[in-house]
């Protein structure tokens, strides 16, 4: 497996590093590392520290920050920003944005699993400038060109 540099910025996070849950798991799941239990009423977002730094350091991997499938379908707790996106170069605390898109207030506990952060693998590009591109089966259709069913 993959070594990353992780920096633990709230002692109470030894006791809950990030694990994956099963062997398959795709996700780490992040904490909420609050002093306090923090309500989120129907429409707030707040940006929730996890206790944690990860410095992915090779320009080759990011990482991105999701909803955990329960808050998000039973509870509305989703994330501000849709997804996260770790740079490989970021330094500065891991932040959740915990946004309550449903309509009852959320009562976000300390040390609660709120996200998740998934490791991807990145493609950096450079641009290779044309007048026309190659053709492609595709072309220009899209915004559902190959109809619904
Ligand atoms: O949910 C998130 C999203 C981002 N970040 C951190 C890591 C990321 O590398 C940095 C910048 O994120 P992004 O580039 O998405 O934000 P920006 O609004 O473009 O800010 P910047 O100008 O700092 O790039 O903020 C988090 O901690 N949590
Ligand atoms: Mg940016």
Same mark, same amino acid.
């Given at each position: 497996? %993959?070594? /990353? !540099? ?10 809950? @590093?990030?694990?994956?849950? $099963?062997?398959? *798991?795709?996700? &780490?799941?992040? %904490? ?5 239990? /923090? $309500? &989120?009423?129907?429409? =707030?977002?707040?940006?929730?520290? $996890?206790? @944690?730094? /990860? ?7 990011? !990482?991105?920050? @999701?909803? %955990?499938? +329960? &808050? ?13 996106? /770790?740079? *490989? ?7 959740? *944005?915990?946004?309550?898109?449903? *309509? ?9 699993? &709120?996200?998740?952060?998934? =490791? ?9 400038? =044309? ?14 060109? $190959? +109809? %619904?069913?």
């Amino acid at each position: 497996m %993959r070594k /990353i !540099a992780l920096k633990i910025l709230d002692p109470r996070m030894n006791d809950f @590093l990030p694990a994956y849950a $099963t062997k398959g *798991s795709a996700g &780490l799941d992040l %904490r909420a590392c609050i002093d306090n239990p /923090i $309500t &989120l009423r129907p429409g =707030v977002t707040e940006l929730v520290p $996890t206790g @944690l730094s /990860i410095h992915i350091a090779d320009p080759a991997y990011a !990482a991105i920050i @999701l909803p %955990r499938s +329960g &808050l998000g379908h039973k509870h509305g707790i989703v994330l501000g920003n849709l997804v996260g996106l /770790i740079d *490989s170069d970021y330094q500065g605390p891991l932040m959740v *944005s915990a946004w309550n898109r449903g *309509s009852e207030a959320f009562v976000l506990q300390p040390m609660e699993r &709120l996200a998740q952060l998934v =490791v991807v693998p990145v493609q950096q590009v450079e641009f290779d400038i =044309v007048d026309e591109f190659n053709d492609s089966e595709r072309g220009t259709g899209g915004f559902g060109s $190959t +109809g %619904r069913r």
